[in-house]
């Protein structure tokens, strides 16, 4: 069992309900000393053995892939370089078979003046093929030559969806939506979704989408919320937590986590998920 130092104590009071937690664990452990409390939950790391197979096949269904997109665009050329990125989106879904736009967004909370896109193939063979295309069809170069004078700087992943998240489809909630991303600490990626396997019933109310990286940034994990607003955000979070058992999943997932941020985002008007 692996403890957590002063560092990551002091890193978990970042965590939202924090405090509360350990009000509801020193009084559990007071009540019941014979059960095993949230808090030496949240200071320890449980294993679960991974088995024979990869992580991929045990937490995914393997059948498609998703690429994450990652745009910065200069500040004063967002409005034209999603008209580009409109152009070429269609272009691309007209031209290469099993290639489709899942979600796009644009980022109001977090990194400003940002994009974020997400594609699906049919599997790791029309992803390389897709690839391939945009390196080398006339008409898609040409629009993304004309995109990329707009853009600051490009990240982009390969990415599974988690088999308990099911995969994203198109869909018009006319809400904001919220992406935490997380890198997690090597070798913990079947634990993160062990717990969350069970977690993701107190919230899929509003879970859109889970994903897992598989090239790129490895170890990381993003999570897509919606929310009609702010307000409703801070009122299903604050729900969530009076319900038990959501605080055992958060004890067990924080001592996993090495890094995590929030972007809020808007779709954009050519988003299949609205």
């Not at 099911?166 to 991303?181: I, T, V």
Request: aromatic content about 12%.
């Amino acid at each position: 069992m692996a403890s957590v130092g002063a560092k990551s104590v002091k890193f978990y009071r970042n965590v939202p309900g924090f405090y509360s937690l350990i009000t509801r664990g020193i009084s559990t452990n007071q009540a019941d000393k014979a059960n095993e409390g949230w808090w030496s939950k949240l200071l320890h790391v449980r294993t679960i053995d991974p088995g024979k197979d990869s992580h991929s096949r045990l937490l995914s269904d393997l059948e498609l892939v998703y690429e994450l997109q990652i745009h910065d665009i200069k500040p004063d050329s967002t409005e034209l370089y999603l008209k580009g990125y409109e152009q070429w989106a269609h272009l691309v879904q007209e031209k290469i078979k099993d290639t489709s736009l899942v979600g796009s967004w644009k980022v109001l909370v977090g990194d400003e003046d940002q994009v974020v896109h997400i594609w699906r193939y049919s599997g790791y063979a029309a992803a390389h093929k897709a690839m391939e295309t945009y390196r080398t069809d006339t008409e898609l170069q040409k629009l993304q030559n004309d995109r990329v004078k707009l853009v600051r700087s490009r990240e982009n992943q390969l990415m599974l969806a988690f088999s308990y998240w099911g995969h994203p489809e198109a869909q018009k909630r006319d809400c904001n939506y919220e992406m935490r991303s997380y890198v997690l600490k090597p070798g913990t990626m079947i634990e993160w979704g062990n717990v969350w396997a069970r977690g993701i019933a107190y919230r899929k109310n509003h879970a859109v989408a889970g994903f897992f990286s598989q090239i790129g940034q490895l170890y990381m994990v993003h999570h897509i919320w919606g929310y009609q607003d702010l307000q409703k955000r801070k009122e299903v979070r604050e729900e969530v937590w009076r319900q038990p058992g959501w605080d055992e999943c958060v004890a067990n997932t924080v001592p996993l986590i090495r890094e995590m941020r929030s972007r809020w985002l808007t779709p954009n008007s050519f988003s299949p998920i609205l």
